[in-house]
């Protein structure tokens, strides 16, 4: 992941490459993210908005768009419209559980969607907006009791799940990232949000890489690329153990 050091902060916009993962294990998950991490105590609460491809919980292995809450990042949460949390919109082009298709196809063509969860500047709940259908879409929103207090970290992250004891699973691509968009999973068109709701380019010196198995999977350096703004690819194959 790529992520704020603790500080205020309003949201999150980027563009998601969208994999498959046709192999995977029924057990495993493996995805990609938007999440913000709100302080609350000795702990974090943490919402966010993915997509990801998670066999156990759909019994297919499909991508699909998630949302995800938990009131302690270290404890288990709820997904989706598992218990009260995110509430989608009336009418929205996108709900949680939705499968997205097509997945990106390595070295043919990619295929994003266009992702945001900030704060709204009136009501104070954490929004989800889908850029890439000409005008944004509201997805629906995030009640401020999820989220109430500042400092937040937020995080564009790529992620796995398995049990310890198999082959983790792909991420991204599959392969470790460069900066072919055709190949690699990636972020880009990356933005900050002010407190008026308006986004911006993020500063590359407040962001910070975290890697936490950097012999199954790489990060790729955030920085500017002509156009595709702000941006940062990552993946890896899996294989590892433990």
Same mark, same amino acid.
């Given at each position: 992941?790529? !992520?704020?050091?603790?500080?205020?902060?309003?949201? @999150?916009? /980027?563009? $998601?490459?969208?994999?498959?993962?046709?192999?995977?294990?029924?057990?495993?998950?493996?995805? /990609?993210?938007?999440?913000?991490?709100?302080?609350?105590?000795? =702990? &974090?609460? @943490?919402?966010?908005?993915?997509?990801?491809?998670?066999?156990?919980? +759909? !019994?297919?292995?499909?991508?699909? *768009? *998630?949302?995800?809450?938990?009131?302690?990042?270290?404890?288990?949460?709820?997904?989706?419209?598992?218990?009260?949390? *995110?509430?989608?919109?009336?009418? /929205? %082009?996108?709900?949680?559980?939705? /499968?997205?298709? %097509?997945?990106?196809?390595?070295?043919?063509?990619?295929?994003?969607?266009?992702?945001?969860?900030?704060?709204?500047?009136?009501?104070?709940?954490?929004?989800? +907006?889908? !850029?890439?259908?000409?005008?944004?879409?509201?997805?629906?929103?995030?009640?401020? #009791?999820?989220?109430?207090?500042?400092?937040? $970290?937020?995080?564009?992250?790529?992620?796995?799940?398995?049990?310890?004891?198999?082959?983790? %699973?792909?991420?991204?691509?599959?392969?470790?990232?460069?900066?072919?968009?055709? #190949?690699?999973?990636?972020? #880009?068109?990356?933005?900050?949000? =002010?407190?008026?709701?308006? %986004?911006?380019?993020? $500063?590359?010196?407040?962001?910070?890489?975290?890697?936490?198995?950097?012999?199954?999977?790489?990060?790729?350096? &955030?920085?500017?690329? $002509?156009?595709?703004?702000?941006? &940062? =690819? +990552?993946?890896?194959?899996?294989?590892?153990?433990?």
């Amino acid at each position: 992941m790529w !992520h704020t050091q603790p500080g205020n902060f309003y949201g @999150l916009r /980027a563009e $998601i490459s969208i994999w498959g993962y046709p192999e995977i294990n029924y057990s495993q998950e493996s995805g /990609a993210s938007i999440q913000i991490y709100c302080q609350d105590g000795g =702990h &974090f609460n @943490l919402i966010e908005a993915r997509f990801h491809v998670s066999p156990s919980l +759909y !019994h297919n292995r499909d991508v699909r *768009f *998630f949302t995800y809450w938990t009131n302690d990042s270290k404890l288990p949460g709820c997904y989706n419209f598992q218990c009260p949390g *995110f509430v989608s919109a009336s009418g /929205a %082009p996108l709900v949680p559980g939705q /499968a997205v298709a %097509p997945p990106s196809s390595y070295g043919q063509y990619d295929h994003y969607v266009r992702l945001s969860l900030n704060k709204d500047p009136n009501s104070g709940d954490w929004v989800v +907006y889908r !850029h890439d259908l000409g005008t944004p879409q509201f997805l629906g929103y995030f009640p401020v #009791k999820l989220c109430p207090t500042m400092p937040l $970290i937020q995080a564009l992250t790529g992620f796995v799940n398995y049990f310890n004891t198999t082959n983790g %699973p792909p991420m991204g691509s599959g392969h470790f990232p460069d900066e072919n968009d055709r #190949k690699y999973a990636y972020f #880009k068109h990356i933005k900050k949000y =002010h407190s008026n709701g308006h %986004p911006y380019d993020p $500063i590359v010196a407040t962001m910070v890489p975290f890697n936490d198995r950097r012999d199954c999977y790489k990060v790729t350096d &955030f920085q500017p690329d $002509i156009g595709k703004g702000y941006v &940062f =690819h +990552y993946g890896g194959p899996g294989g590892c153990i433990g």
